[in-house]
């Protein structure tokens, strides 16, 4: 695999996420533009804020995949194991200009922060529920997983809500999602999940087109306004994946984290508790600090594109460290490694990404995670971590802040 620039050693991302901390340092110690590589591609990836909005900005970037150097030459393949992030279908997370804009209109609509109102009730609701069940769980006295009893099923329940997802698929759909994501699932079997996903979403498209109901799927399908070109059926099927993936993957990570923060901050939480700091605060601040997204791929040069005394050459493939950059001291100050509630530019974090490809979820993670860590502390006032925090790894994925699990204990002393 060609090598752009033979001076510096790119970066070897690992894998296996075995030293998050000691690698985010790293990206944050080098310079705003670094090579790395990811699974034996090369790349470059953006360590700092303000080149990340210079960048998210810039059209000549492009999230169409077939502009890559490394693609066009083959050295890239469906072999590669990162291909689902970028290979993804037609849909709002891989098309830019004009068309992205009519990809994305009826879910910036749906998931504009006046419409969530009407999901609220049912967020508290499936919150209360699996309140319920870590209740149950805990019952005899052990520590349990609030991963997987209450951060993991929450946001899939969310969205598929919204986007018209039966309950009976949902265990069906979080076991390939984790294949999916898994840098450890053997090749063929990753290309078994991709598949078996696709099929999936095409049957559930085919029982929308037949019988609309009140859901996101169906509107694509159905809601057709004067002037307007409806979606493909590739589209729909390209937009209802990504929704579905990026609307429970991500905010799971966002409700273990912050719970997490807090308890490992007695001092902020109890800040919180009292009243002088809010969820919202150590929300916004769990974002900046230990957010969802490690690394997001990615877009490509479609022109020479100069930063400092670099180029990023035309076909290019360059990554946004979102990690990295919530950690930029030139913005966040010198403490940017610390979890602090009192910062002033926690609000200023970009981890739900910049310009025109903004999570249009955005509003409905804040919302669920300042439903859910709430009301988790609320019922269980004496949560604390079944293991010290520091020991607590992700799983081996390359891309996402993907907690292993989140063993705790609810009861008394
Ligand atoms: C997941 C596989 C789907 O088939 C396509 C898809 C679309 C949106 C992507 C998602 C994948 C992975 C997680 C992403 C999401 C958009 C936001 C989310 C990247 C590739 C983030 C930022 O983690």
């Given at each position: 695999?060609?090598?752009?620039?033979?001076h510096t050693?790119?970066?070897?991302?690992?894998?296996?996420?075995?030293?998050?901390?000691g690698?985010?340092?790293?990206?944050c110690?080098?310079?705003?533009l670094?090579?790395?590589e990811l699974?034996?591609?090369?790349a470059w990836?953006?360590?700092r804020?303000?080149?990340?909005?210079?960048?998210l900005t810039?059209?000549?970037?492009?999230?169409d995949?077939t502009r890559?150097?490394l693609w066009?030459s083959?050295?890239?393949?469906?072999e590669?194991?990162?291909?689902?992030?970028?290979d993804?279908?037609?849909s709002m997370?891989?098309?830019?200009g004009?068309?992205?804009r009519r990809l994305?209109?009826?879910?910036?609509?749906?998931?504009a922060?006046?419409?969530?109102?009407e999901?609220r009730?049912?967020i508290?609701?499936?919150?209360?529920?699996l309140?319920?069940?870590?209740?149950?769980?805990?019952a005899g006295?052990d520590a349990?997983?609030?991963k997987?009893?209450?951060?993991?099923?929450?946001p899939?329940?969310?969205?598929?809500?919204?986007?018209?997802?039966p309950?009976s698929d949902?265990t069906?759909?979080?076991?390939s999602y984790?294949?999916?994501f898994?840098?450890l699932?053997p090749h063929d079997?990753r290309m078994?999940?991709?598949?078996?996903l696709?099929?999936?979403?095409?049957?559930?498209?085919k029982?929308?087109?037949a019988?609309?109901?009140?859901?996101?799927?169906s509107?694509f399908?159905?809601?057709?306004?004067e002037?307007?070109?409806?979606?493909?059926e590739?589209?729909?099927?390209?937009n209802?994946?990504?929704l579905?993936?990026a609307g429970?993957?991500t905010t799971?990570?966002?409700i273990?984290?912050?719970?997490?923060?807090l308890?490992a901050?007695?001092?902020q939480?109890?800040?919180?508790?009292?009243g002088?700091?809010?969820?919202e605060?150590?929300?916004?601040?769990?974002l900046r600090?230990?957010?969802?997204v490690?690394?997001?791929?990615m877009?490509?040069?479609t022109?020479?594109?100069?930063?400092?005394?670099?180029?990023?050459?035309?076909?290019?493939?360059?990554v946004?460290?979102?990690?990295a950059i919530g950690?930029d001291r030139d913005?966040h100050?010198?403490?940017a490694?610390t979890?602090?509630l009192t910062?002033?530019?926690?609000n200023?974090?970009?981890s739900?990404?910049y310009?025109p490809?903004?999570?249009?979820?955005?509003a409905l993670?804040r919302?669920?995670?300042?439903?859910?860590?709430?009301?988790l502390?609320?019922?269980?006032?004496d949560?604390r971590?079944a293991m010290p925090?520091?020991?607590?790894?992700?799983?081996?994925?390359?891309?996402?802040n993907?907690?292993?699990?989140?063993p705790v204990?609810?009861?008394?002393?």
């Amino acid at each position: 695999m060609s090598q752009q620039c033979p001076h510096t050693a790119a970066l070897t991302i690992d894998p296996m996420v075995a030293d998050l901390a000691g690698e985010t340092r790293t990206l944050c110690e080098g310079p705003e533009l670094t090579k790395i590589e990811l699974l034996g591609a090369p790349a470059w990836t953006i360590t700092r804020h303000n080149l990340a909005r210079r960048l998210l900005t810039d059209p000549r970037l492009v999230k169409d995949h077939t502009r890559w150097n490394l693609w066009q030459s083959g050295a890239v393949t469906r072999e590669w194991p990162l291909i689902g992030m970028i290979d993804a279908g037609r849909s709002m997370f891989t098309v830019d200009g004009a068309e992205h804009r009519r990809l994305r209109i009826k879910t910036t609509r749906a998931l504009a922060p006046r419409r969530l109102g009407e999901l609220r009730p049912k967020i508290e609701q499936f919150t209360a529920e699996l309140l319920g069940d870590l209740a149950e769980a805990a019952a005899g006295g052990d520590a349990v997983d609030l991963k997987q009893i209450f951060a993991y099923p929450l946001p899939m329940r969310v969205i598929s809500e919204l986007m018209g997802v039966p309950r009976s698929d949902h265990t069906m759909l979080l076991e390939s999602y984790k294949k999916f994501f898994s840098l450890l699932t053997p090749h063929d079997e990753r290309m078994r999940v991709y598949a078996e996903l696709d099929d999936y979403y095409t049957e559930l498209i085919k029982e929308k087109t037949a019988h609309p109901a009140d859901d996101l799927t169906s509107d694509f399908i159905h809601d057709v306004a004067e002037g307007e070109t409806p979606l493909t059926e590739a589209e729909v099927h390209g937009n209802l994946k990504a929704l579905v993936a990026a609307g429970h993957e991500t905010t799971v990570s966002l409700i273990i984290t912050t719970t997490r923060a807090l308890l490992a901050n007695p001092d902020q939480l109890a800040a919180v508790r009292s009243g002088d700091r809010s969820w919202e605060e150590a929300i916004e601040e769990t974002l900046r600090w230990d957010g969802p997204v490690i690394h997001l791929l990615m877009r490509f040069a479609t022109e020479d594109i100069t930063v400092g005394d670099l180029t990023i050459e035309r076909g290019d493939g360059v990554v946004m460290s979102y990690r990295a950059i919530g950690r930029d001291r030139d913005l966040h100050g010198e403490d940017a490694d610390t979890f602090d509630l009192t910062r002033p530019t926690a609000n200023r974090n970009i981890s739900f990404g910049y310009g025109p490809h903004i999570c249009p979820g955005a509003a409905l993670a804040r919302l669920e995670a300042a439903i859910a860590v709430p009301a988790l502390f609320e019922r269980f006032p004496d949560i604390r971590s079944a293991m010290p925090i520091s020991e607590l790894g992700n799983l081996p994925v390359l891309t996402q802040n993907d907690p292993a699990a989140f063993p705790v204990r609810l009861g008394g002393a």
